[in-house]
C-alpha cells in the first residue's frame, strides 16, 4: 500500500484550477490532448511510464503489429507515412506516436513518471489529485485515459506447474519461446501471434481454448478487411460478409479440428490471424480446450488428455480498472464502464472515462472524430452547472451494456450529435434550470479513506 502523508520531496505550488488533468499519454491521452490543445482549453498531462506512447510502449512484444490496417487506424488529420506497410509494425507504432506529439506540439505539456495514488472531488466542484510521492492538486477535471491493457487478468487452475506462468503482456520476444515446450491459454489475438511465433521457434506450440473463436483473415483479396466495413453498412451486412470471407479463406473450423464457434461474428471482440490456421495445417500448432488443472510439468485437458510443458503463456486479458478512484466512483461492470456519451457520469462532473471501449477497427480514427466532439461537451459543460451525464441521461440515453462497438455506429452517432448539438443545448439549459442548487458531494482524502493500490504497470 502507498502512504502519501509523508511526501518524499517539497512540491511547489502551482495553480491548476482552471485546467483539466489528463491521465495517460498513450494513444488515445494524446489524441485528447491535442483536441483539447486544439480547442485552446488548458490541460496538464502526466503518465506513469518514462517515455509516451502507451502499451505501444510498455505493453507490446517486439513482433507486434495492428491487426486493423494503417488507414483505420491513424489520427485522420495526421496520417501515417506513406511508406509505412498495411499493418505496421510495434516500432512504426511508436515512432508514429511521438511524430504526433512533436508535430502537435504536446511535449511540453506531458509530465512523465508521474503516478497516481488517488483522485477524489472536493469542494467548488474541483478535483484533488494526489501523486504517490506525496504532491497534491487540485484540477478543474480529470481526463482518465490509462488504457485497459495494464491489469492483467490470470486465470486460476487447480494444482501446481513446475515451469514458468507469464502473461502475454510480459512476453516481449521470441527467444522466450525458443526451444520450449509451450502452452498459450487464449484465443483473442495476442494469444495467437504468440502460439503462431512458438510454432516457428519452439519445441512445441500448444493453443489452449475454452471455446472456439471465429479466425477471421486480416486481408481479402489483397484488402485489409478492416477497410472493407464501409459507414453506411448496417452491422448485419456486415457480419454476413465477414462470414463469407471466413469460408472463403479458410473453409470449416471441422476441416482444423476445431469446433464452431457458439456465439455470432462480433458478438465477442474479433481474433484477426491468417497464421493459426496455416500452422495448424502444419502441425506446428496443436489446438487443444481448456485447461482442468495442473499436476507438475503436465497439464490436463478438460478432454481427459495430458502434455508436458516448459511455458505457459495466459493471453487471458486485461481488467478495466481506475485503481485511483475511490469506491464511489468505479462504475466498471466486467468490462463496461457505465457512463453516458462515451465517458460521461450523471452524478459528478469533471471526471470522465475515456478510452475504454473496444471498437473493431482502430482507434485513431474514432478519437480523432470523438476529441472534437468532447471539447465541445466540456465547452457546455462550462454553462450549465449539472453534470453532462445527466443531460445525456435526461434526453434519453441508455447506460451501455457492453464493451464492444461498432465503429461504423459510433461515427454515425458521432454526426447525428455533432448534427443536433444545438438542440443540445438547449436541453441541457433547460435540465440545468430544474437542478439549481447541484454540487458534486465531496469525497474523502486518502489518509481518511480506505488505502487502495496506485496505478502500476
Known amino acids: 500500500m502507498v502512504k502519501v502523508n509523508s511526501p518524499t520531496r517539497t512540491h511547489k505550488k502551482v495553480d491548476t484550477t482552471n485546467k483539466h488533468l489528463i491521465i495517460g499519454a498513450g494513444f488515445v491521452g494524446l489524441g485528447m490532448a491535442q483536441a483539447l490543445k486544439a480547442a485552446e482549453i488548458p490541460y496538464d498531462q502526466i503518465d506513469a511510464s518514462d517515455q509516451i506512447g502507451g502499451n505501444w510502449y510498455h505493453g507490446v512484444y517486439e513482433t507486434a503489429h495492428i491487426i486493423s490496417s494503417r488507414k483505420i487506424t491513424q489520427f485522420t488529420h495526421f496520417p501515417m507515412p506513406d511508406d509505412y506497410p498495411d499493418f505496421p509494425s510495434a516500432q512504426n507504432m511508436l515512432d508514429y506516436l511521438n511524430a504526433f506529439a512533436d508535430h502537435f506540439d504536446l511535449r511540453g505539456q506531458i509530465e512523465l513518471n508521474r503516478t497516481i495514488s488517488y483522485v477524489r472531488p472536493v469542494e467548488n466542484n474541483l478535483w484533488e489529485v494526489t501523486f504517490v510521492d506525496g504532491e497534491q492538486r487540485i484540477y478543474k477535471g480529470v481526463l482518465m485515459c490509462n488504457g485497459h491493457h495494464w491489469c492483467k487478468r490470470f486465470p486460476k487452475f487447480q494444482g501446481e506447474f513446475n515451469g514458468e506462468i507469464i502473461h502475454s503482456k510480459d512476453y516481449k520476444h521470441p527467444d522466450q519461446l525458443r526451444g520450449k515446450r509451450v502452452l498459450v491459454i487464449g484465443g483473442g489475438n495476442s494469444a495467437c501471434d504468440v502460439a503462431a511465433e512458438a510454432a516457428r521457434v519452439s519445441a512445441k506450440s500448444v493453443l489452449s481454448m475454452r471455446e472456439s473463436v471465429w479466425f477471421i483473415p486480416k486481408t481479402f483479396a489483397g484488402i485489409p478487411v478492416a477497410e472493407l466495413m464501409k459507414w453506411w453498412m448496417p452491422q448485419w451486412l456486415q457480419r454476413l460478409m465477414i462470414y463469407a470471407i471466413i469460408r472463403l479463406t479458410f473453409g470449416t473450423h471441422e476441416g482444423y479440428g476445431l469446433a464452431k464457434p457458439n456465439y455470432r461474428i462480433f458478438d465477442k471482440h474479433p481474433t484477426l490471424n491468417n497464421e493459426v490456421p496455416y500452422y495448424i495445417k502444419h502441425g506446428r500448432i496443436t489446438s487443444k480446450p481448456g485447461v482442468r488443472r495442473f499436476d507438475g510439468w503436465e497439464v490436463e485437458f478438460v478432454d481427459g488428455s495430458r502434455e508436458a510443458f516448459d511455458l505457459i503463456v495466459c493471453a487471458t486479458g486485461y481488467y478495466v480498472a481506475y485503481p485511483f478512484l475511490p469506491p464511489e466512483l468505479q462504475r466498471v461492470e466486467g468490462a463496461v464502464v457505465k457512463c453516458y456519451g462515451g465517458s460521461l457520469l450523471a452524478d459528478y462532473k469533471g471526471l470522465y472515462f475515456i478510452g475504454w471501449g473496444q471498437a473493431r477497427g482502430g482507434v485513431g480514427s474514432l478519437i480523432a472524430a470523438y476529441g472534437s466532439l468532447f471539447t465541445r461537451y466540456l465547452q457546455l459543460q462550462d454553462e450549465i452547472n449539472v453534470p453532462m451525464g445527466l443531460v445525456f441521461q435526461e434526453v434519453g440515453q441508455n447506460l451501455p451494456t457492453t464493451h464492444l462497438a461498432d465503429p461504423q455506429q459510433i461515427f454515425q452517432?458521432?454526426?447525428?450529435?455533432?448534427?443536433?448539438?444545438?438542440?443540445?443545448?438547449?436541453?441541457?439549459?433547460?435540465?440545468?434550470?430544474?437542478?439549481?442548487?447541484?454540487?458534486?458531494?465531496?469525497l474523502p482524502s486518502l489518509q481518511n479513506s480506505q488505502q487502495i493500490q496506485p496505478l502500476v504497470r
Do not use: E
Open 413 to 442: 452517432q458521432l454526426k447525428l450529435v455533432n448534427l443536433l448539438f444545438n438542440w443540445l443545448v438547449n436541453k441541457a439549459h433547460q435540465i440545468d434550470a430544474q437542478h439549481p442548487h447541484f454540487s458534486n458531494q465531496p
